[in-house]
């Protein structure tokens, strides 16, 4: 299985950025779809973005759209999130995530996960 580790995590004020990392330790990375999900405070697991294997097409949740940026670097094996104007309500442990499919936002199509980051943003 796909071992996979995030890093980039931190505390950031309200309207900053923040970029995640996620690396991949196999070497079918170009492969897989890469997502990213979260976790809120009370809240369900949530869609926020993915990217296609292959030619890196890319899909947001609303709730980040034209703030968030998914992109990844198959030669480094690593898939970023780019988080600009962040928000409070963006606090979140997020998740890194694989899966042997074209791009999804289903959770269950993706096999791999990572052990998540901590993102808080201040007000």
């Known amino acids: 299985q796909v071992q996979l580790v995030e890093s980039g995590g931190g505390l950031v004020q309200a309207g900053g950025s923040l970029r995640l990392s996620c690396t991949a330790s196999?070497?079918?990375?170009?492969?897989?779809?890469m997502g990213w999900f979260r976790r809120a405070p009370g809240k369900e697991r949530e869609f926020v973005a993915a990217?296609?294997?292959?030619?890196?097409?890319?899909i947001y949740a609303d709730s980040v759209k034209d703030r968030f940026t998914i992109s990844r670097d198959n030669e480094k094996n690593t898939v970023y999130l780019q988080m600009n104007s962040l928000k409070p309500d963006d606090t979140a442990v997020y998740y890194c995530?694989?899966?042997?499919?074209?791009?999804?936002?289903?959770?269950?199509?993706?096999?791999?996960w990572g052990q998540g980051t901590q993102v808080t943003v201040s007000s």
């Open positions: 995530a694989g899966g042997n499919v074209y791009v999804s936002r289903r959770p269950e199509d993706f096999g791999s």
């Open positions: 196999g070497r079918t990375f170009s492969s897989y779809a």
């Open positions: 990217i296609s294997r292959s030619v890196g097409s890319t």
